[in-house]
């Protein structure tokens, strides 16, 4: 897979900034245990190129890039340290061409619809977008990305568990950045447990897992209508009649005969199909080809008797 697909199917990068180059290693392990196998070590202390290199040689795994990269030096000092990607806070023509020379790919920041048309100039697709929420949030990236129906984003920038969602939900956003994952204070206590904590809370944010319905198995199209029917007398959830299934609500689904699972089954929203899938792929999982649509895709698998569906919300 090319690297921006793999961050894309992450959803998230942690920029790190480290005074110490022994903490490098604990640091980046700790967000992998949380389910983030990722980091932008940033050129914002002494101790990045040191780090980078300690990270690339332990852990292999860790789609390792440096960030605040401001020079062509920096961006040799980088690649040769080991990291595989390069982020920059603006657009420098100089380091966009350098990386693309080298053949690294390059994540420059652009914060205006001319950034964005001198990225495409140059050949990019994906940018990232600083200073995320000091230019406006979310509702500047929508209108930003209207005309540009190509380009995609990674915000940073004043993001954290609070507005993370809301990012994610949005298909132009490849990925979100940010430090809150790799706090300093947490750094410098050691308390890489608690990082990996806070890693694993972002995950779940990134694909906001939640429970939407509920599928009933009948056994007769009458039989479900009427199962349908006693939901709505008992607690007033309308009833709307489809092809295949009866709903009572938005939260029970009575199946007629096809219904697939032993018991019934459950369906889990997402925040982005593509991405959950390839989280969901990532630890072991297997789909029903035949049951994927836009909208949604069966788990191959039950858990206890029930077939699982993700669907996009
Ligand atoms: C960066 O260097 O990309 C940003 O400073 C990270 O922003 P944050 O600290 O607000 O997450």
Not at 132 to 151: H, R
Request: with cysteine.
């Amino acid at each position: 897979m090319d690297l921006l697909k793999t961050l894309g199917s992450i959803g998230l990068i942690p920029v790190i900034k480290l005074n110490d180059a022994a903490d490098a290693v604990p640091l980046c392990r700790a967000l992998a245990d949380g389910g983030l196998p990722v980091a932008e070590i940033t050129f914002r202390t002494a101790a990045a190129e040191e780090s980078i290199k300690r990270v690339a040689a332990e852990l292999p795994n860790v789609i390792l890039g440096a960030g605040t990269v401001l020079n062509t030096e920096q961006v040799d000092k980088a690649v040769a340290a080991g990291a595989k990607y390069i982020v920059s806070p603006g657009l420098n023509p100089k380091i966009v061409k350098h990386c693309q020379a080298i053949g690294v790919p390059v994540l420059p920041g652009c914060s205006s619809p001319s950034d964005i048309e001198a990225a495409l100039e140059l050949g990019l697709k994906t940018v990232k977008f600083f200073p995320a929420e000091s230019l406006g949030g979310l509702q500047y990236i929508k209108a930003l990305a209207a005309p540009y129906t190509d380009v995609t984003f990674v915000p940073t920038g004043g993001i954290s568990e609070k507005n993370l969602t809301d990012y994610m939900k949005f298909p132009k956003v490849l990925a979100c950045g940010g430090s809150w994952m790799a706090k300093d204070d947490l750094i410098e206590k050691k308390d890489w447990g608690g990082i990996t904590k806070i890693a694993r809370q972002a995950v779940q944010l990134v694909h906001g897992f939640d429970l939407i319905h509920i599928g009933i198995n009948e056994t007769s199209a009458d039989g479900a209508i009427a199962a349908a029917k006693t939901f709505e007398r008992l607690f007033g959830w309308t009833i709307k009649d489809n092809n295949a299934s009866t709903f009572a609500g938005t939260i029970i689904e009575v199946m007629k005969p096809t219904g697939r699972g032993k018991m019934g089954h459950i369906a889990v929203g997402v925040n982005n199909m593509e991405r959950a899938v390839a989280y969901l792929a990532s630890v072991g999982v297997k789909f029903i080809e035949e049951t994927l649509s836009g909208k949604a895709v069966y788990l191959d698998m039950e858990i206890s008797g029930f077939a699982v569906h993700l669907l996009q919300k």
